[in-house]
């Protein structure tokens, strides 16, 4: 179950066991590897490397364009989707 959270700062999130804290905050905070904490290393680096570091960036991809990049497994998708909605972003839709 997720449970819709404040943080101290006066986001609201849903709590759950890959987003302990607000995905808002590490999201302002823009720190290298924070935000993208539960994804594999071969994945954080594939990001890294397009330049991706916060969620309103790697809302501009579709998800077949990210399954291209090296490092990205289909176990990273979910993961990616379910961090985008807990800010309220979804992927690119196909064919846009
Ligand atoms: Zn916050």
Redesign the pocket.
Known sequence: MKTLRT?????Q?YKSSDFPV?P??EN?NKSKNGLFHMLSAPAKRALENKGIRNLQELSRYTENDILQWHGIGKTTIPKLKALLETVGLKFNAEGK
Do not use: T
């Not at 943080?7 to 986001?11: I, P």
């Open positions: 943080c101290k700062n006066g986001h999130y607000c808002i905050c302002e």
